[in-house]
């Protein structure tokens, strides 16, 4: 079986910024207040969060005689990086590829010496409950915008698990260090950060800009997704930077003008968005979306 250190070099070796180990028990606080959240109806149109909302937050359900789960975290925060038509984590290659490969090479890494060992690779494709976790193995805290915050790289991440069912120590839970700042509930324009710790999806302008199609708003100048409560958080004022090539070159999309998005027919677009954060946004939507963000006119 591989050392902690071992693994924890690997795996910086392949541009992982943070991870931490904990044990693969049960969540039950974080259940609880999920499951108040579900029937308080804030996962709007997002039905598939219901779906075994208990084995969200239960490792083992997803992988049998589950022990550890290996939290990781990649930084996707370059200075240079202008993505003003979307979020930032829209700007390079979509973070479930880059990550889900990363986990399969530190799996690889793990079995050269211990080829029985069980494990299941997450990133936001399972059932679970990732933010979370993650403090839980120590990468950092829960921040009043409800994402995980690091002391180094803020929370300009994204996080993947690898579950296993082997023992290791787990590391210690990071401390919330919000104080009494409420800088992103303040310049939530549409109100989504709510003060008790919790989103109300429904309002938060990167649900809006993905999954709803019935209510016309103004997307404040994005077409996916919104940063605005990362960009006002003070733990982002000056991160540690991105390391990661396949986060640092721009994909054809976020490379583009508002011009050249307005030019583009459906399959231009279709070719272009493949294993980028577009893929999950089709055309029908984009379109709507460059009305909703102010870059085109509603008659174009
Ligand atoms: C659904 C989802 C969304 C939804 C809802 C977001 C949300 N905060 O819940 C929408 C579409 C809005 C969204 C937006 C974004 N997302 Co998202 N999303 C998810 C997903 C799939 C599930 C999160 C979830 O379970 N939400 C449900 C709520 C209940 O969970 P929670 O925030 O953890 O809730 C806890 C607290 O709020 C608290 N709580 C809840 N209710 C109450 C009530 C009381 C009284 C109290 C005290 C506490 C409390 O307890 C809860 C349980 O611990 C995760 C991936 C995953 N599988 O985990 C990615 C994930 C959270 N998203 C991610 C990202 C990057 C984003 C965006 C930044 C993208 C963008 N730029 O547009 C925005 C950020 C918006 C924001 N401020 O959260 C990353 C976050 C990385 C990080 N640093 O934390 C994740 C982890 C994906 C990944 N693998 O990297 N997302």
Redesign the pocket.
Known sequence: MRTKEAIRSFAHSLNIDLIGFTDALPLRA?AA??Q??LEAGM?GG?HW?ERRPLA?HDPADLLEGAQTVICVAVSYHAAHQSAPHA???AYGRD?HVVLADKLAQVLAFLRQADPDIQAKIC??TSP?????LAVKAGLGW?GR?????NDCFG?W????ELIIDRAYAPDSPAQKRCGSCRACIEACPTGA?RT????D?VR?L??IS??DDEEPCDLHGTIL???I??SVCPFNRRPLSCREEAFLQPNPLTGSTAQKLIALNQEAYEAMRRDTAFCRLPYARFRRNLVRAGLMPPSA
């Open positions: 974080d207040s999920f108040t959240w996962q997002m969060l969200r979020a930032r984590y973070y990133v936001d679970l409950a990732e933010k979370p829960q915008n409800t994402l995980l915050i929370s991440l994204c996080l993947g950060i008790d710790g919790s989103l999806a938060c990167s649900y993905s999954y997704g919104c940063d409560c990362q």
